[in-house]
């Protein structure tokens, strides 16, 4: 029994934040001959592949990073990118979005 509550409690804290990659959704309100390119990442470690650290937020900080860059500008073209690499202790996972800015037609 204190197995079974102690397994849910620890796949409780491991639930992340959802997050919601709102893009452009009409093309004719955005000036698609000056795009640029923004990119974003956040990490996360897993020390000796058990104990999280930073985990659970690691989609949500990339992508606000990514927002903060847009400057008010609408984006499109999102995409992610997830990568490891192992570390002497644990894990580091690397979340990566890029996406195009876009400035609202005139």
């Known amino acids: 029994m204190i197995i079974v509550v102690l397994l849910g409690v620890s796949l409780l804290g491991c639930s992340g934040t959802p997050v919601k990659l709102a893009g452009v959704t009409k093309?004719?309100?955005?000036?698609?001959?000056?795009?640029?390119?923004?990119?974003?990442?956040?990490?996360?470690?897993?020390?000796?592949?058990?104990?999280p650290i930073n985990i659970n937020s690691r989609h949500e900080r990339a992508f606000q990073d990514l927002q903060r860059?847009?400057?008010?500008?609408?984006?499109?073209?999102?995409?992610?990118?997830?990568?490891?690499?192992?570390?002497?202790?644990?894990?580091?996972?690397?979340?990566?979005?890029?996406?195009?800015?876009?400035?609202k037609a005139p």
């Open 27 to 51: 093309t004719d309100s955005i000036d698609r001959t000056k795009g640029r390119q923004i990119s974003s990442s956040a990490s996360d470690f897993q020390l000796l592949l058990l104990i």
């Open 69 to 103: 860059q847009t400057g008010g500008d609408q984006m499109a073209d999102i995409k992610i990118t997830e990568s490891w690499a192992y570390a002497f202790v644990g894990t580091m996972h690397t979340t990566t979005i890029e996406a195009t800015a876009y400035p």
